[in-house]
C-alpha cells in the first residue's frame, strides 16, 4: 500500500457520503466559531480600550456637562461605560427640570435607566456566545456520529469478504476518524474561547456596575448641593424683598386726663394796672413758697381772716376747704367794690 493512498485528501475524498457530509458540517462550524472568537476579541478590546479612556477623562475632573456634551455630538458610536453616563445624565436633568421631584424619585429614576442601559451593553457584549458554547458542546457529538457511520460501513464492507486484510479495514476506519477529529477541532477552541469570554464580560459588567453606583453617588451628591443653593438664593431673595407697605392704623384718641386744680393766688403788690393775679401748680406754688401743704392752706385761711383748727402734730389746720372758699370769694367781692 502506497503511502498517498492514505493521504489526508484523499481520505476525505474517498469517504462515504454520509461521511463527508459531517466532515462538511463540522467545517462550517469551525469556520463560524473562530468568525465569533475573532469578532467577540475585538469588541471586547475596543470595549476595555473605551471604558479606561472615559473613565480616565470622568475622573480627570472634567464638568459633567461638558462631557455630556461631547457623547452627544458622537452619540453613533458611543460604547459601554459612554452609553451609560449618557442615559443616566439624560434622565437626571429630565427629572430635575421637570418639577420639585422627590430626591428618592429622581436618584430611583436615574439608577434605573442606567440600570436599562447597562444591561443593553451586556446584551450585546454577550451576543453569538451561546452560538459558540452551543458549537462547543455539539460539534464532539457530531464528529462522533460520522466516526460510528463510517466505521459501521467499513464492517459491512468487511462483511462480503471472505479474506479481510488490514489493508482494506484501515482505510474506512481512517475516514470515520477524520470526522472525530474535525469535530475535535471546532469544538475545543470554541469551549475555550467561551469561557475565556464569560470571563470578560462579567469584568466588563462588573466594571459598568460599580461606574453606575459611583454615578449615581456623584449626582445625588450635587442635587444635594444644587438644591441647598437654591434654597440659600429663595431665602436671601426673601430677606432682600421690599417690604409690603401696610396701612397705617388711625392712632386711638383717648378721652382728656381731667385738667388738674390750679391754685389762683394774688399777688397784693400795688402796680400800675392794680393788684396781679397769678395762676401756679399747685405743686409749684408750694416749691416757691418752701411750704408744705398744709401750712399753704393756713396760711391762706389766716389771710381771709378763717379760723384755725386746732393745732395737731403736723401743724394747724383749718376746718373744711369750705370755709377758704367761701373767705376767697367774699375778699374777691370787696376787691370789686373797692375798684
Known amino acids: 500500500m502506497q503511502s498517498g493512498e492514505l493521504s489526508f485528501t484523499h481520505l476525505i475524498f474517498n469517504a462515504s457520503f454520509l461521511v463527508q457530509l ?133 464492517f459491512v464492507a468487511l462483511a462480503a469478504v471472505k479474506n479481510a486484510t488490514l489493508s482494506m479495514v484501515a482505510p474506512p476506519i481512517a475516514e470515520a476518524l477524520i470526522a472525530t477529529a474535525m469535530g475535535l477541532f471546532a469544538a475545543i477552541p470554541a469551549v475555550m474561547f467561551y469561557n475565556r469570554f464569560v470571563t470578560k464580560v462579567e469584568a466588563l459588567e462588573n466594571r459598568y456596575i460599580n461606574f453606575m453606583d459611583e454615578f449615581a453617588t456623584i449626582l445625588n451628591r450635587r442635587l444635594v448641593t444644587v438644591r441647598s443653593q437654591l434654597q440659600r438664593q429663595q431665602q436671601a431673595s426673601h430677606e432682600n424683598r421690599e417690604p409690603v407697605q401696610e396701612p397705617v392704623a388711625q392712632p386711638h384718641v383717648s378721652k382728656p386726663a381731667p385738667r388738674q386744680q390750679v391754685f389762683r393766688e394774688q399777688d397784693m403788690s400795688q402796680g400800675q394796672d392794680g393788684p396781679r393775679e397769678t395762676y401756679h401748680h399747685p405743686q409749684q406754688s408750694l416749691r416757691s413758697m418752701n411750704m408744705q401743704p398744709n401750712q399753704a392752706q393756713n396760711r391762706m385761711y389766716q389771710q381771709d381772716g378763717a379760723r384755725p383748727a386746732p393745732q395737731q402734730d403736723d401743724g394747724p389746720r383749718y376746718i373744711t376747704p369750705g370755709v377758704a372758699g367761701d373767705a376767697y370769694r367774699r375778699s374777691q367781692q370787696q376787691y370789686r367794690k373797692e375798684h
Open 22 to 154: 459531517v466532515m462538511l458540517f463540522l467545517l462550517i462550524l469551525s469556520v463560524v466559531s473562530w468568525t465569533i472568537i475573532i469578532q467577540r476579541s475585538n469588541q471586547y478590546k475596543i470595549g476595555r480600550i473605551k471604558a479606561d479612556t472615559f473613565e480616565d477623562k470622568f475622573w480627570s475632573g472634567i464638568d459633567l456637562n461638558n462631557l455630556y456634551q461631547e457623547c452627544i455630538k458622537r452619540q453613533q458610536s458611543l460604547v459601554g461605560l459612554e452609553v451609560i453616563y449618557t442615559a443616566g445624565f439624560k434622565e437626571f436633568v429630565r427629572l430635575v427640570n421637570s418639577g420639585p421631584a422627590d430626591q428618592e424619585v429622581v436618584m430611583d429614576g436615574t439608577y434605573r435607566q442606567m440600570k436599562v442601559a447597562e444591561s443593553r451593553e451586556v446584551e450585546s457584549l454577550e451576543n453569538h456566545l451561546t452560538t459558540l458554547a452551543t458549537i462547543g458542546s455539539i460539534s464532539p457529538y457530531i464528529g462522533l456520529f460520522g466516526t460510528v457511520w463510517g466505521i459501521m460501513h467499513a
